[in-house]
């Protein structure tokens, strides 16, 4: 199947803003994370679709998953 990976803020140095991957069906959000090399101090939210999901949500071919670090502000 094929997927969009976007990824946003800090994530993308070192690293891409986009790119489609190819990846075996049942793959995870937690398994492309882990893939691209965020660390679970770096993830802030993780939306497939435009919508907040967990990392254990299985992707489907088209979809659209995006990848957000953590946000700081005060």
Do not use: W, Y
């Not at 969009?4 to 991957?21: C, P």
């Amino acid at each position: 199947m094929m997927i969009t990976v976007k990824l946003f803020a800090s994530l993308r140095i070192g690293r891409f803003k986009q790119e489609q991957r190819e990846c075996p069906d049942g793959t995870t959000c937690g398994q492309i994370v882990a893939d691209i090399g965020v660390r679970g101090e770096e993830l802030g939210m993780v939306l497939v679709n435009g919508h907040h999901t967990s990392l254990e949500k299985a992707l489907h071919d088209g979809d659209s998953l995006a990848i957000f670090p953590l946000l700081g502000g005060g």
